[in-house]
């Protein structure tokens, strides 16, 4: 069972549109990360998110955490072809150890 | 400081054969989990080792096994291979057990089954 669903799956935009990525779940999360992951290589985390309703940026990216810590989303504003990527939303539900993540959202951006 | 450091970075095995695949965490993290990605799909947890222990597992069949040592370096071993072994094999560390710590990656070992 996936317990953290990404959308949308695929993104294929072009260079300076706005994008967001949802991460979804029905269990509460301690709290989520996101990394960038390019083809080959591990994952990069990009951001920690801990507290319900919390907004976090880097740079061109904004991060938010649902007040009941259980969905998270990731804005990109004029996205460039260096953002292209796979990004994942991971974390530790509730009551466990184990770290799990999401089923991922592919991006590209069209220079 | 090093980050988290995998090898080797590419192997090619037979099926039936055993593999070795080997972690050292980043300084300062003493936790050590692992992860089978599929080629475009997201990591699929394998099992974490903290304190030299297995403390959880995800849904792998027993050939999957795993090892820490007590300078926190991590092994993971595979038995009896499959092709749908063919994978990237990802190391994480962390520091304790708590569920607020970040993961750090290494930057995987290419596994292919023929």
């Known amino acids: 069972t996936q317990l953290l669903e990404q959308s949308p799956q695929f993104l294929s935009i072009q260079e300076g549109e706005n994008l967001t990525v949802y991460c979804n779940s029905s269990?509460?999360?301690?709290?989520l990360q996101w990394y960038r992951q390019e083809p080959g290589e591990g994952p990069v985390l990009l951001v920690t998110?801990?507290?319900?309703?919390e907004v976090k940026k880097l740079k061109r990216l904004t991060f938010q955490f649902g007040d009941a810590r259980k969905d998270s989303s990731l804005h990109i504003t004029a996205a460039q072809p260096g953002d292209t990527g796979l990004y994942l939303c991971?974390?530790?539900?509730?009551?466990?150890?184990?770290?799990?993540f999401g089923t991922g959202t592919r991006l590209k951006v069209l220079a | 400081d090093a980050g988290v450091t995998q090898s080797p970075t590419h192997l090619i095995k037979t099926r039936g054969q055993q593999v070795t695949l080997r972690c050292s965490p980043k300084?300062?993290?003493?936790?050590v989990s692992w992860y089978q990605q599929a080629l475009g799909q997201g990591p699929q947890f394998i099992f974490q080792?903290?304190?030299?222990?297995?403390?959880q597992r995800g849904n792998f069949p027993d050939r999957f096994s795993g090892h820490q040592f007590p300078n926190y370096s991590s092994e993971l071993n595979v038995n009896a291979l499959l092709l749908g072994d063919s994978a990237l094999y990802l190391c994480?560390?962390?520091?304790?057990?708590?569920?607020?710590?970040?993961?750090?990656f290494g930057q995987g070992t290419r596994l292919t089954v023929v």
């Open positions: 994480a560390s962390s520091r304790g057990r708590g569920t607020r710590t970040e993961a750090f």
């Open positions: 269990s509460v999360f301690s709290s």
């Open positions: 998110v801990v507290t319900g309703g």
């Open positions: 991971a974390g530790y539900p509730s009551g466990t150890y184990k770290y799990i």
């Open positions: 300084s300062g993290h003493d936790t």
């Open positions: 080792y903290y304190e030299e222990e297995e403390r």
